[in-house]
């Protein structure tokens, strides 16, 4: 239920007084099952200015203490702001619809679920960086200071490598170990995988 109009006749007190027990029966039902329309209260008959018993000004008070939404005087017989009315309230239906998704919105953006996933990421982003920093920093380390594996201690060059070179010898290697051959004077010849060279 989106929105509810009661209506009275400006020409009748009896119908202006029941406004407010309607108005209290409806809110109260309304709560019960946790609605929130729109309230109209809609004056009839406004035409018949002679016989008013309900001025507007008391019955635009009404509605103010009520909590009614909107409140307009009309005539169903000679159209008399009905137009105005209904526009009104397709306006403010809309108005509360859009209301009801930004909010909808908001507590999306602000859940706390999302936050932490969305914290979560930034964390992994940051961590993936902080590693590839860090091993970009190693490789310069080791361009600097050389490798310090077996195959540059003194036994390695002095009698590995002389059994190489004498007998022949074919191994893969990784692009960075292809580098540390070429230090040691062994010409690498890139293989078709460039990750790896074949020694000869
Ligand atoms: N002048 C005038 N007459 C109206 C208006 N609305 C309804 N009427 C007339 O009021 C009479 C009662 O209309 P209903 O639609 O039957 O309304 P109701 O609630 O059953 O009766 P009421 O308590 O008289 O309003 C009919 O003769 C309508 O033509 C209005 O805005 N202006």
Redo the contacts with the bound molecule.
């Keep these: 239920m989106d929105c509810i109009v009661i209506s009275y006749?400006v020409i009748?007190r009896p119908?202006f007084e029941s406004v407010t027990m309607i108005h209290d029966r409806t809110v109260r039902s309304l709560e019960d099952i946790q609605k929130n329309p729109l309230l109209v209260l809609v004056g009839?008959?406004?035409?018949?200015e002679e016989e008013r018993q309900v001025s507007r000004e008391e019955a635009e008070s009404l509605a103010r203490n009520l909590g009614f939404d909107l409140f307009y005087e009309?005539?169903?017989?000679?159209g008399l702001h009905l137009d105005d009315c209904f526009k009104s309230i397709v306006e403010r239906l809309d108005e509360k619809k859009r209301n009801i998704q930004d909010k909808t919105l908001e507590t999306v953006l602000e859940d706390p679920y999302h936050e932490q996933q969305h914290s979560q990421q930034e964390s992994n982003q940051k961590h993936e960086e902080e590693e590839e920093e860090e091993a970009g920093e190693e490789e310069e380390d080791e361009e600097e200071e050389g490798f310090k594996d077996p195959e540059d201690t003194p036994d390695y060059k002095h009698e590995v490598e002389p059994a190489i070179a004498a007998e022949g010898f074919t191994s893969t290697h990784t692009e960075s170990q292809s580098r540390r051959v070429s230090n040691n004077k062994q010409k690498p010849i890139e293989s078709p995988d460039s990750k790896c060279c074949t020694i000869v």
């Design positions: 006749g009748s119908t009839n008959k406004a035409d018949l009309c005539s169903a017989k000679t």
